[in-house]
């Protein structure tokens, strides 16, 4: 049975649907930014970020108002508050994209270090992995979900092999090659967090839809 | 604060099913009830509720052409089997109803009624009987200089109050509620809900209501039902967070009732 309100909570989840595609373009923008070393772009991207910000209030806000006139239950309860805590994960996804910009900002005029091999593959799991967790949250699909989770090992084994380059292979062996090594080093711990946003995202969603608690237990995947 | 008793069940339901006139308004219910804690009851009208809370008391013997079947333990004994003391269950087990019924009687005269009729008054005890029930839902302080006034000048509040410290006067172990709040305004169904969490630590409180919300609030335990069949039961967080059955999550999301 359709209830007077279920345009209402279905418009809380377009919203966050709308953001994630913003966040998406913002971390796409910030990746390309980096490729091509392009601090003009870094910098509209940076500026960029005021609009995510708005988003995530406004958001925020819409869905304290569900909860006040509503106050929901089940289903409707977990979907609102999970709601909440994807907004909150997104943006901070926008705002790693600001900081990847700011590390572009930091290598302008300087030859890159090393040609990128594993950043922009970490780069392309991070964007692979937020395109999951959104689209499962936009689906309520739960096995989406768990494939974002358990791409997350990747992530993490690609960001280890970025720091273990440049510490090892540069910066212990030639201390001068810091200044670009550094925020190379920065870059791929801000995309690990993103994929850490990502998996976060999905966990919420699996647990929105089934009700299923994930988070901190992976073996019950 | 009162110790909790050790038991964890203080009444047992064991596949009741009651017709009235060929038409069955409970069918197979199984469920046992925790002592000390506030279990409620919801489903859309027409769902048992009230039916399922009168047989705690056997107030559905009242009703021409009933049948029950099945059993319902309390304190270890079956009050469904022959020759059970009405009387003494009803004192047990009391029930406090939509709108406030006190008598038309003083406000302690009210209090005084149950103890005198089960034999339980001495002459000296009435006064401290009135004292401390009325402070036990905390009436004390409002009415202790007019304890002669009549019982039906009281606000509808006051006065689901007084019916309640009516039923605690004869010491009872269970409090039947069946919508005690509906006829009252927002604020005085507060002041119940504080008094019916002050009273779970002593009593086992079961309330029917239709307020969802209410259910969540106030409740430990809760049991949806509807066309007569107890279709889930469980600890209230559980149950409004994520309930296990279709039908629940629907009555409780709103999708119907």
Known sequence: MERYYDDEIRLLSEKISTMGEAVQERLAQAVDALKRQDVNLARQTIAADEEIDRMELENEEYALALLARFQPQAGDLRFITNAMKINAELERIADLAVD???????????????????IPLLAEVAREMIRGAIS?????????????????AQADRLRNEVQRELVYDYMAKDGSTAPRAMPLLLISRHLERICDHATNIAEDVIYMVNAQVVKHHPERL | MAQRPICTEIIRVDRLNLFYAGLQALKDVSVSIKPCAITAIIGPSGCGKSTLLRCFNRMNDLIEGVRITGRIIIGGEDIMARGVDLLSLRRKVGMVFQRPNPFPLSISQNITYGPRVHGMLGRQRSEEVVEQCLRAVLLWDDLKDSLNAPALSLSLEKQQRLCIARLLAVEPEILLMDEPCSA????????????MTKLREKYTIIIVTHNMQQAARISDQTGFMLLGELVEFGETRQMFTSPADRRTEDYITGRFG
Do not use: H, M, N, Y
């Open chain 1, 136 to 152: 499962s949250f936009v689906s309520r699909d739960v096995e989406t979900a768990k494939t974002v989770i358990l791409k997350d």
């Open chain 2, 184 to 195: 009252l305004d927002p604020i005085a169904t507060q002041r119940i809900e504080e008094l």
């Open chain 1, 100 to 118: 990847i910009c700011q590390r572009v900002e930091d290598l302008a005029g300087q030859p890159l270090l090393k040609p990128l091999v594993d």
